[in-house]
């Protein structure tokens, strides 16, 4: 009768939340997810700049230890709550309820990320140019010092070696694009084009999500998919280019030397956090949305070998790119090997221009990078909205309020975004990326996760849990990761980062004034202190007892001789706080 009820119950909720209509749905939307910007721009570069071949030895012991047991663990406890990742712990660990609080302020600054979103967008408009604008320097944008890639592909050294110069693409892409101004004080007026761009974004990301789940996964099936086409035509393409191989030796070649580096593993570690999207509440929010007894825990080895082995087959495509880059100039890969925004819209494009059927190739290139941005963007605001619509059910579940609920967000943050379309914005969002996102957030947030469920809630608790959901116990393995190994490694990694921690310079020459760090500092310690504080207002007022784990429930105590076999569910009623 209890499991008959339990069941009806989770059906009930499944209606009023809504549910993935597939499975195939929902390994769609996470591989979405997880599979981004990351895997293209960040990936391929820390593995050239760590190590190369030998790289992927600590990245291959992060993923075993770190990213596939945590990638487990908060997808089986959404599955199990069916709840977002902010009061999800009200069912596991009540006292750790600021993490899902945190999680909410985490995911506030990474919207800020469909600025490269509109990025993707503004060149994939002018890739259709029938000369493509970064390529010369016959713009009205252009200086007296720019050198068009003809003038640079004839010089002996790289444009980075010439004093007073800058080549084409840089100059497109700072004075065209981003028009930049002096520094953050300077915000100028808002670019009417990017904030056009940035406004067709916001809308696909509104009719993304607008009916929740059942429109976010079928949207998933072209944004998903998508950029794994164009990334097999451009490793084709890629793999056929004068230099490529050249480019691939400097990708993968061995330094064994870096492995007795510390901050090479802390940089894996950091690499398998932010693309298997851990600890920022994305994969607990999306797990909430399966059924009870979907195999979770087949699915985060599947979805973590798919973005790992997307992470290496990108490195080629971008290395062989700069390896005929390289060739064109007769200069040596090193010298045009660049991580983030700098690989993304000016190596890769100066690239392509100096290709046959430049704007063929250009429109591949972003087109894959606006769909991994889209992905990305519109699955993160999806997992907010849950998590917000869960701590206030009766306002916002009934009839037709979910999609005015939608449009409210949306239009939120596309005018707080405007500020990022500004002249000044880029030295905004470079702030948002480098203090509201860091690493130092997601090892505390990693921390505390494993040490509420673990220590608080029980290992062992987990365990049965998953064992009770999918029907297979899983390795002891994970039980010691959770326990000892992430808590560990998190710590380590956390207290090494306020050790080498140093100020933001945009570009290694502007220096951010000093009420920009303080307000840097505020963004990165906003999410991190609502941990503490919750932890401390609830022991004010509720008996430590109750908080630390729910309450006592006779479904947590399995196989108890002449008892049948309890599934293990807690409900709402169970936890006193």
């Known amino acids: ?268 570690g950091s690499q398998i956090m932010f693309s298997y999207s851990l600890t920022s509440g994305t994969l607990i929010a999306l797990g909430s949305y399966n059924e009870y007894n979907n195999n979770c825990y087949k699915d985060c080895f599947w979805i973590s070998l798919l973005n790992s082995g997307t992470s290496f087959v990108a490195g080629f495509v971008i290395f062989s790119v700069l390896g005929f880059m390289a060739h064109s100039q007769g200069v040596t890969v090193d010298t045009v090997v660049e991580s983030g925004p700098g690989l993304a819209f000016i190596a890769y494009p100066q690239a392509t221009a100096l290709m046959p059927l430049p704007q063929f190739w250009s429109v591949c290139f972003f087109l894959m990078l606006l769909f991994l941005s889209i992905d990305t963007h519109f699955v993160t605001v999806e997992c907010l909205i849950t998590s917000i619509m869960d701590l206030f059910p009766k306002l916002f579940r009934k009839r037709g309020r979910h999609e005015i609920f939608v449009f409210i967000i949306c239009l939120i943050f596309f005018i707080i975004h405007l500020v990022l379309v500004t002249d000044g914005g880029i030295y905004i969002f470079q702030l948002f990326d480098y203090y509201g996102m860091t690493r130092f957030c997601h090892y505390f947030m990693a921390f505390c996760e494993c040490l509420a469920l673990s220590w608080g809630f029980g290992a062992d608790r987990v365990i049965n849990i998953i064992e009770d959901m999918t029907g297979q116990k899983p390795n002891a393995f994970f039980k010691l990761c959770w326990k000892y190994i992430i808590p560990l490694l998190s710590l380590i990694s956390f207290i090494l980062y306020l050790v080498e921690y140093k100020h933001l310079k945009f570009n290694d020459w502007y220096i951010y004034p000093d009420w920009a760090y303080a307000l840097g500092w505020l963004m990165m310690l906003s999410s991190v202190l609502m941990v503490p504080l919750w932890a401390i207002g609830k022991t004010l007022v509720t008996h430590l007892s109750y908080l630390h784990c729910p309450a006592e429930d006779p479904a947590l105590q399995r196989g108890k001789a002449g008892e049948e076999e309890m599934p293990i569910e807690l409900t709402t009623s169970a936890v006193k706080t």
């Open 1 to 268: 009768m209890n499991r008959q009820r339990r069941k009806e119950e989770r059906q009930r909720r499944a209606e009023d939340r809504g549910q993935w209509a597939s499975k195939t749905e929902y390994i769609l939307v996470v591989a979405g997810q997880v599979v981004g910007l990351g895997n293209v721009w960040r990936f391929p570069y820390l593995c050239y700049m760590n190590g190369g071949g030998a790289f992927l030895v600590p990245y291959g012991v992060f993923a075993v230890l770190f990213g596939i047991p945590l990638f487990l663990l908060e997808t089986s406890i959404g599955q199990y709550t069916q709840e977002g990742f902010a009061t999800c712990w009200t069912k596991l660990c009540p006292l750790a309820q600021g993490v899902g609080y945190g999680h909410i302020i985490i995911k506030i600054f990474d919207l800020s990320y469909i600025l490269i979103q509109a990025w993707a967008l503004f060149y994939l408009i002018f890739s259709f140019s029938s000369q493509l604008p970064w390529a010369s320097c016959e713009n009205s944008w252009n200086t007296a010092d720019c050198l068009s890639l003809h003038n640079l592909g004839s010089n002996s050294t790289n444009w980075t070696a010439l004093k007073n110069t800058s080549s084409a693409a840089i100059e497109f892409w700072e004075r065209r694009v981003l028009g930049m101004s002096g520094g953050i004080e300077e915000l100028g007026s808002v670019r009417w084009e990017l904030a056009l761009c940035l406004l067709v974004c916001w809308v696909f990301c509104y009719f993304s999500i607008w009916k929740s789940v059942r429109s976010s996964g079928k949207v998933a099936y072209v944004t998903a998919t998508f950029p794994y086409v164009m990334l097999v035509i451009l490793l084709i393409r890629g793999a056929t280019l004068p230099g490529a191989l050249d480019g691939i030796y400097y990708y993968l070649y061995p330094d064994v030397n870096r492995l007795a580096n510390v901050k090479v593993w802390i940089e894996a």
